[in-house]
């Protein structure tokens, strides 16, 4: 008999309510965050997705969303390590960088010396571009209305959708492109891989 190892992972992505111009110092986690949107999945020993779905949550729905990420053998973000991860500290009611994050910035960075956005690894990687900024985002929330708030939780997904098909191009071809500074394409090769159910046996009971 062959055994199947099913793999569950979430990709996410957070807005803030504000800039770090409108507070004391450059710290995510007085920024406030306005929506998270996560992609949670299973995956098998082949890294085949069987199944996956698209959630978002606002402030008052947080308290559903954690333990959805305790049961992640790998969260992934993007320069989440830096900024996301600090952002919710307020609201998470554990150690929330305790979990098994990979933050795939910070990898590039870690081999290339580099960093590079997300709509830059995205439009060379992926031929895709972001369909938003971070500065509308901020101005959706402020506006507050139906039509504004619905704008901001799809560019949230969005960049959720981009992070997860940025991850999945490196897990099937082993690099990511992207144009440094001065314009140059960068083709840097990664191993997204890890070893399955490395998550299984060292995250701490939350709940």
């Not at 111009?21 to 929506?35: A, C, E, M, Q, Y």
Request: charge should be negative; glycine fraction near 4%; charged fraction near 30%.
């Amino acid at each position: 008999m062959i055994f199947v190892y099913m793999v569950s992972e979430v990709i996410f992505d957070l807005e803030t309510k504000k800039f770090f111009t409108d507070v004391d110092r450059k710290d995510p986690s007085l920024l406030g965050v306005s929506v998270v949107s996560l992609y949670r999945r299973t995956l098998d020993n082949d890294w085949r997705e069987k199944n996956g779905q698209m959630e978002s949550f606002w402030e008052d729905d947080f308290g559903r969303m954690w333990e959805i990420f305790s049961q992640a053998e790998r969260i992934i973000g993007f320069n989440s390590l830096s900024f996301d991860v600090l952002a919710l500290r307020p609201y998470a009611p554990f150690n929330f960088a305790k979990l098994p994050h990979f933050d795939i910035l910070a990898e590039v960075k870690r081999l290339t010396n580099h960093r590079a956005s997300l709509d830059a690894i995205a439009q060379e990687t992926l031929q895709r571009h972001k369909i938003d900024s971070g500065a509308h985002a901020v101005a959706y929330w402020n506006k507050g209305d139906k039509e504004s708030l619905q704008k901001l939780k799809k560019y949230c997904e969005e960049d959720v959708a981009i992070t997860r098909e940025i991850y999945d191009f490196a897990l099937a071809n082993g690099h990511l492109l992207f144009k440094d500074r001065w314009n140059n394409l960068r083709k840097v090769n990664v191993d997204f891989s890890y070893k399955l159910g490395q998550g299984e046996n060292n995250q701490p009971s939350l709940f």
